[in-house]
């Protein structure tokens, strides 16, 4: 039997994964309609009308249309010999975007052609995404092999980002961060995943709660370190496989706590801070005597993560000071402590109300009252979520968020089959995107996140956005499609 051809485009589409593509086109009409609906002002202007944000919207979906049909047509290993040029050459647009481009709203990452204005920041997900998976299929490449290998992982996902952070766009950079979860499926250790979700918890905690004291310590920095204690005993058991070394933690802890508290009653003072900071210090020698006596060099662990846990607790004041004030307002708002309902907090205070006011079955299509008087600002943009809330009610909400998971499964579901390390990886950086824009969009619409400027993928209006998501999904199907005839190159 003769083999296929190794770019034959009748090939192509019969191995094309259909069901991805269904989900696509459902997704891109249900944006379309939704943008319409969001920027509805009762002029009855038509849903295909060029004038209106759906209508521009149509026109990018049909180039995109287009853009995928290319990107099906070109031959599939193209992608992965030319993944390093592709990165460098967006790198280097990345770079010069903020000298090139015109400040908007305080960012400089927009680059007009004439009436048309693309976001490099959109394209350089395929592309670090094409670097990543490029680098894990080198020959040999093995993340946990050696140091250096995770330099260079690091490196590819880091570089946009800086850059991206150079034109004072927060949100977009963030979204790479979503690609540390393909190193963790490549090998990376659990741990860093914890290490970086308690670093969240100590940040939010340290910020939240300053207002008030225990024992004479703010209560955020006295939560974090009983975390710390905690975590010092979970991990000392782990480790050492001795329940008598986290027992003996606890009686230290506890039995220290409660000297504390009692000196605190007696209103005898003392200097409580650097106090509890020394009781962590004599836990983490006694842990090390404990590595050494029974040879458990996993116990430095323990240790090493309770010093650079007080240290990032120290540190966190700090660098909080050094965001922009909008950025702080924004963390403030979104934790709770300052309500500012009238400013940084309006748009997502509106929006609860949209959502909220569509209950079950939502008030109909065009019929919402908050999106249709613009109480909603940018609501067919990154608020587009609280325009189906509000008009298709949680029945609606739970249709695009059933799309979501069908689609991030399935890109799952693909990267598994993939007979290559290249089209594997690539597509676990693909779910990883599409899995970080939806909980951070939805998260921010409903007051979860703050408000960081992230779009809802195939529903947000924009055309660098679709096009950019478009050139990731379809990539990937044709990675897909081409897998059968790999033993064939």
């Avoid at 920027?39 to 009308?49: H, T, V």
């Avoid at 790479?176 to 190193?183: D, E, I, N, Q």
């Avoid at 007696?266 to 409580?272: E, K, Q, S, V």
């Avoid at 949680?394 to 007979?419: D, K």
């Amino acid at each position: 039997m003769p083999l296929p051809r190794r770019n034959d485009p009748a090939t192509t589409f019969r191995n094309l994964d259909w069901v991805t593509v269904t989900i696509y086109l459902i997704m891109v009409f249900a944006g379309m309609v939704s943008i319409y609906a969001a920027s509805y002002d009762f002029d009855n202007a038509s849903m295909f009308a060029v004038t209106e944000f759906s209508g521009k919207q149509l026109r990018w979906i049909g180039l995109s249309a287009m853009l995928g049909l290319v990107l099906l047509l070109i031959d599939a290993r193209m992608y992965e010999t030319y993944a390093y040029p592709i990165y460098i050459a967006v790198v280097i647009l990345l770079f010069i975007t903020p000298f090139v481009a015109h400040d908007i709203k305080g960012s400089r990452s927009w680059i007009s052609f004439g009436s048309m204005s693309l976001q490099p920041a959109e394209f350089a997900k395929f592309a670090t995404a094409l670097a990543l998976a490029k680098l894990f299929s080198s020959y040999h490449f093995v993340l946990n092999a050696k140091a250096m290998n995770y330099v260079k992982a690091i490196a590819i996902i880091v570089v946009p980002i800086v850059l991206i952070l150079l034109q004072n766009e927060t949100g977009s950079a963030l979204t790479f961060m979503a690609l540390f979860f393909v190193l963790y499926r490549e090998g990376m250790s659990g741990l860093v995943l914890f290490a970086a979700f308690f670093a969240v918890v100590i940040f939010v905690v340290a910020i939240k709660y300053t207002e008030t004291a225990v024992i004479g310590i703010p209560t955020g920095e006295f939560a974090v370190m009983v975390m710390i204690m905690i975590v010092m005993v979970a991990m000392g058991v782990i480790y050492s496989r001795r329940l008598e070394l986290g027992r003996n933690l606890i009686f230290w802890f506890a039995g220290t706590g409660l000297v504390e508290y009692g000196l605190t009653l007696a209103g005898i003072g003392f200097p409580a801070l650097p106090v509890t900071l020394a009781v962590i210090g004599v836990a983490c020698i006694y842990v090390i005597v404990e590595a050494i006596k029974y040879h458990k060099p996993g116990l430095y662990l323990t240790v090493t993560t309770a010093v650079l846990a007080v240290v990032f607790l120290f540190s966190v004041n700090m660098a909080f000071d050094k965001l922009q004030p909008h950025q702080k307002l924004r963390i403030q708002v979104a934790l709770g402590i300052v309500e500012d309902l009238r400013n940084a907090g309006y748009n997502v205070n509106q929006s609860k109300i949209a959502i909220g006011s569509g209950g079950f079955f939502g008030k109909g299509f065009l019929n919402g009252t908050q999106t249709k008087l613009k109480y909603v600002p940018e609501q067919h943009t990154d608020f587009i979520f609280c325009t189906i809330g509000e008009e298709e009610g949680f029945v609606g909400a739970m249709i695009v968020t059933l799309l979501f998971l069908g689609l991030i499964l399935r890109v799952l579901s693909i990267g598994e089959r993939q007979p290559t390390t290249f089209g594997r990886v690539y597509a676990y950086c693909v779910a990883s995107y599409f899995m970080f824009h939806f909980c951070i969009n939805i998260g921010m619409v409903i007051g979860l996140c703050p408000v960081i400027g992230i779009p809802l993928p195939f529903f947000s209006y924009g055309g660098s956005s679709l096009w950019g998501f478009t050139i990731l999904l379809f990539i990937l199907l044709k990675i897909d499609a081409a897998r059968k005839n790999v033993l064939s190159y």
